[in-house]
């Protein structure tokens, strides 16, 4: 199908050996370092759509050119229409292209624009001697203030000190780092540089919340030798295409990783077992470490002083977002395993009567501080929400994007209505689709098309920011279709109706469901139904 060679960078192979890349010149401007991109093809000039161009992909056109990087983005006929061809459209430069022709597109020719849609860059100029060598590494500067000296690192609003947003120092002022190309290269080297050891995950779309002040690097690339963030390949301080909802975190190891696994293991355990059990998992030897001996201590106390819980943020004192109390602060639910009999023990607790609604997504906002239970898992009949099996206290793979709620009937009920919303659970559940489910419209076949989400009792789409190929495979192994050969943007198959559920998806590909994958909150997005996402899947 036309999509299967949707993914193949745009090159050419008919340029003479001295031309390893297609040239390319900005038309129109006052100087050669600002105008009309225009790129030469098979002996004729064309022009570039400005689909999903942005600042990464005009600071390659301005390196191309030896004009340092992009200083804005003009509006568009700024420095007039082009004629001719439109070579490329849907641009997606990574930023360490050499070329545009390097960065992906839909190949050459192949577009659905017309020449009021042709891109423009503005660059800063700098002499071809300055920008020929490429990407450069950003070194740390002298400038020292309060202690702090540019490219020093901190991380925030994570349980503990070594896992957090990141937030990188620069000329007096804390700042953020964007996700775009976020990976754990980059998340080893921000743990190696505070002192925590290796990294065990990266996190983006703001999973330890939304910074403040500027962001401060963007399109972060580092092959994880560098000792400090600041000597990685950016955009260069300050230059980024971004919000604080993209916001960057990491989660390293911290203390020693022995002591961390025996913790997780030891959760799973029976109190009397935890002890011998511990030091088994971490030393292999007959008495605990101190370590251990520590962490095992503080897993006993922290059971016997935590336990409270508390609605937030919802129109009523019997429904809101779920949170509990550990060691004198108040923390969230994550909504992994989320489900009725947990909202039951909830609303039991509270004397809030029944439970109506077990909600998932930040239904009533995104909350703030810990994240204190995970994986909850409750048959309905415990006194406490502590009582029911979680991961441990702490423990968690989630962001405040996924924080749990709950909606009770109120302190007014009865228990004929428990019985009642419990039965009308129960029987309606076949009727209608599981809250998650995803099915593809108007494609030629059931493994291609729109992607919609079931959720709040109705379909919804997904919006294609950042929408891409590592996204669209999880939708197609979710439906059992076979490999994902397209992710289609610009509601490629037709606008949807309803709410836009999901926003800056950025799954890893391995993920069970669109759900689990990062976004931003489902009620937070600046799209409409013009950016509906579609995938094409391979039928089994």
């Not at 991380?155 to 990976?183: A, H, M």
Request: aromatic share 8%; hydrophobic share 30%.
């Amino acid at each position: 199908m036309a999509g299967m060679d949707l993914h193949v960078t745009a090159r050419t192979t008919s340029e003479p050996a001295l031309l390893p890349f297609p040239e390319i010149r900005l038309a129109n401007g006052p100087s050669r370092c600002q105008g009309r991109v225009e790129i030469l093809y098979n002996g004729s000039w064309g022009t570039v759509c400005d689909d999903d161009w942005d600042i990464v992909d005009a600071n390659v056109v301005c390196r191309q050119l030896g004009c340092g990087h992009a200083i804005t983005l003009p509006a568009a006929m700024t420095f007039g229409q082009g004629s001719g061809p439109i070579f490329l459209d849907n641009v997606d430069c990574k930023g360490r292209e050499a070329a545009l022709s390097e960065c992906w597109s839909h190949g050459w020719g192949i577009h659905n624009c017309y020449h009021y849609e042709d891109v423009a860059v503005v660059c800063n100029e700098l002499s071809p001697t300055q920008a020929s060598e490429g990407p450069t590494s950003r070194t740390l500067t002298a400038s020292v203030q309060d202690g702090e000296s540019d490219g020093s690192i901190r991380l925030v609003s994570g349980t503990d000190t070594c896992q957090g947003r990141v937030e990188i120092f620069y000329r007096g002022n804390w700042g953020t780092v964007c996700d775009d190309d976020w990976g754990l290269s980059d998340a080893s080297v921000v743990c190696k540089q505070v002192g925590c050891g290796q990294a065990l995950d990266y996190k983006s779309n703001a999973y330890f919340g939304y910074g403040t002040g500027r962001i401060l690097l963007d399109n972060v690339n580092c092959d994880g030798s560098e000792p400090f963030l600041s000597a990685c390949y950016s955009l260069g301080w300050g230059i980024h295409n971004c919000g604080h909802h993209e916001d960057a975190g990491v989660i390293c190891t911290g203390l020693d990783r022995s002591t961390i696994t025996s913790f997780t293991t030891s959760v799973a355990l029976d109190y009397e077992e935890t002890l011998t059990a511990t030091a088994t998992a971490t030393d292999g030897r007959d008495q605990p470490s101190q370590a251990t001996e520590l962490v095992t201590t503080a897993l006993l106390t922290v059971e016997q002083e935590s336990g409270g819980v508390r609605l937030a943020n919802g129109n009523g004192s019997c429904r809101g977002r779920v949170e509990v109390r550990h060691r004198g602060t108040w923390g969230t639910v994550c909504d992994d395993d989320w489900d009725f009999p947990d909202a039951q023990v909830v609303c039991r607790q509270l004397g809030c009567g029944a439970a109506l609604a077990a909600t998932v997504l930040s239904s009533f906002g995104y909350g703030s501080g810990p994240i204190l239970l995970d994986n909850v898992g409750c048959g309905g009949g415990e006194a406490r929400l502590a009582d029911c099996f979680h991961l441990g206290w702490g423990q968690h793979n989630c962001g405040h994007h996924e924080d749990a709620g709950v909606i009770c009937r109120g302190a007014d009920d009865t228990g004929d209505y428990f019985q009642e919303a419990t039965a009308t659970t129960t029987t309606s559940a076949p009727t209608r689709p599981k809250d998650g489910s995803l099915r593809l419209v108007n494609g030629s076949h059931r493994c291609e098309g729109r992607v919609e989400m079931f959720y709040l009792s109705q379909w919804g789409t997904v919006c294609d920011d950042a929408w891409d190929l590592r996204d669209a495979k999880v939708v197609c192994r979710q439906l059992g279709c076979g490999h994902a050969m397209a992710a289609w943007g610009e509601a490629r198959y037709g606008q949807g109706t309803g709410y836009i559920f999901l926003d800056n998806l950025k799954c890893k590909g391995h993920e069970p469901s669109l759900l689990r994958c990062s976004h931003i909150r489902w009620d937070v997005h600046n799209c409409d139904h013009s950016e509906d996402a579609g995938a094409a899947c391979g039928i089994l």
